[in-house]
């Protein structure tokens, strides 16, 4: 399994593992997916990978969003991270995660957030493998299908940037 930079020519196969996420309805309150053009916008271009089997074969991505654009908040960014429904439990979503976390931390980001439905288990344990922990329960955030839901606020402190 290869780490690579998620570059444009991967978001045909992002959108695919997008869509798996979306179709779950524990991945995320979006109902469809954002063009090429938004999601990239979004995104902070140094910190947006793949996973890639021996052989090229795209099994999972993450990237990190700004959380604001105050500069008090420069250094705060929000996780996404999706493996294909087929590399799902086989370590892919650690491996994306665990490099997701170099890469904020050279791109200077001191805090890391994400925002789980409660429900997404294994999301969970694998933001607490990777050092995140639960700092709270925003209670009935959003609706998706008609449906109030929570959602665990989770965060991980960079032991290297931010210190001191």
Not at 108 to 134: D, M
Not at 137 to 156: A, F, I, K, S
């Amino acid at each position: 399994m290869k780490i690579r930079p998620l570059l444009p020519f991967h978001w045909p196969r992002v959108q695919e593992i997008y869509a798996q996420g979306i179709a779950t309805g524990h991945a995320t309150f979006e109902t469809s997916l954002p063009e090429w053009e938004v999601w990239d916008r979004s995104h902070v271009r140094t910190c947006r990978l793949v996973a890639e089997e021996e052989g090229g074969a795209m099994t999972g991505w993450a990237a990190l969003s700004p959380v604001s654009d105050r500069c008090a908040y420069g250094g705060v960014g929000e996780v996404s991270v999706y493996v294909a429904e087929e590399a799902r439990r086989k370590g892919v979503g650690t491996l994306l995660l665990d490099a997701l976390v170099a890469a904020s931390e050279a791109a200077g980001f001191w805090t890391l957030q994400a925002g789980i439905f409660p429900e997404n288990r294994g999301s969970v344990r694998l933001h607490e493998r990777c050092g995140f922990r639960v700092v709270g329960t925003r209670e009935r955030l959003g609706m998706l299908h008609g449906v109030w839901r929570d959602v665990l606020l989770m965060e991980r402190r960079s032991g290297v940037v931010g210190v001191g």
